[in-house]
């Protein structure tokens, strides 16, 4: 599976944004996918994750209330809703998927990787 993220921006503190991740060479229904975001000189961070065919969500505790992942009758998009945005959360954010069902925020776990995609949050 390839995967497309797209959806960064600019915005202010407390707007809002969409971001999204789209599969090519097949659907999602057998992967589980998250978002993970990174800054220059820190390490990857877990942000969210869905099991496709669960449903089932985990969040990290900093994005914990603020973000929604959520799946798409498609089948082909997971998108990532942030609301209430902090300066904080400005990093390249990136999606990542892996077969099977379990939440694990772990990115070594992941096999398949989109391209990160600019959010921006001035204060």
């Known amino acids: 599976v390839q995967l497309q993220a797209s959806g960064g921006g600019l915005v202010q503190t407390g707007g809002s944004l969409r971001l999204s991740c789209a599969a090519s060479?097949?659907?999602?229904?057998?992967?589980?996918v998250a978002w993970f975001r990174q800054t220059p000189g820190k390490e990857r961070e877990f942000v969210a994750v869905v099991a496709w065919r669960t449903g089932l969500t985990s969040y990290s505790d900093s994005v914990k209330g603020r973000f929604t992942i959520s799946r798409d009758n498609t089948e082909t998009t997971v998108n990532l809703q942030m609301n209430i945005l902090r300066p904080e959360d400005t990093a390249v954010y990136y999606c990542?998927?892996?077969?099977?069902?379990?939440?694990?925020?772990?990115?070594?776990?992941?096999?398949?990787w989109g391209q990160g995609t600019q959010v921006t949050v001035s204060s």
């Open positions: 990542a998927a892996k077969s099977g069902a379990s939440l694990t925020p772990f990115s070594r776990y992941y096999n398949y």
């Open positions: 060479g097949s659907t999602f229904s057998r992967y589980t």
